[in-house]
């Protein structure tokens, strides 16, 4: 089973990033998809999850209106793009899968490694 996230990087306050996640060795198409994020120091927080047909989507508050997630099920590949972007969406960013409550990032079945997203002047 492998997630590979990509798309992060150094970005200016305002800007945009797409972020992507191919899975592999898994059925996408059976798992709900999730990114979720770490800031320094801080706990992992629960961003937004799609189910495994596309039809729901979830936010959290801090995200919502700003962030959008989106999957590609021939490509085994789920997407965060993300808008308007603060300095406090600086983190690594994770995706994930999962079978369970989509929101619930402790009982995710799978992680990718992460990749880091910087939102500085």
């Known amino acids: 089973v492998q997630l590979q996230a990509s798309g992060g990087g150094l970005v200016q306050p305002g800007g945009s990033l797409r972020l992507s996640c191919v899975a592999s060795?898994?059925?996408?198409?059976?798992?709900?998809m999730s990114w979720v994020r770490q800031a320094p120091g801080k706990e992992r927080e629960f961003l937004t999850a799609?189910?495994?047909?596309?039809?729901?989507?979830y936010y959290a508050d801090s995200v919502k209106g700003r962030f959008t997630i989106s999957r590609d099920t021939a490509k085994n590949t789920v997407y965060l793009q993300m808008n308007s972007l603060k300095p406090e969406d600086t983190a690594v960013y994770y995706c994930?899968?999962?079978?369970?409550?989509?929101?619930?990032?402790?009982?995710?079945?799978?992680w990718g490694q992460g990749t880091q997203v910087t939102v500085s002047s």
């Open positions: 994930a899968a999962t079978r369970e409550n989509p929101t619930y990032y402790p009982g995710y079945s799978y």
């Open positions: 060795g898994f059925t996408f198409s059976n798992y709900a």
């Open positions: 799609i189910s495994w047909s596309g039809s729901s989507t």
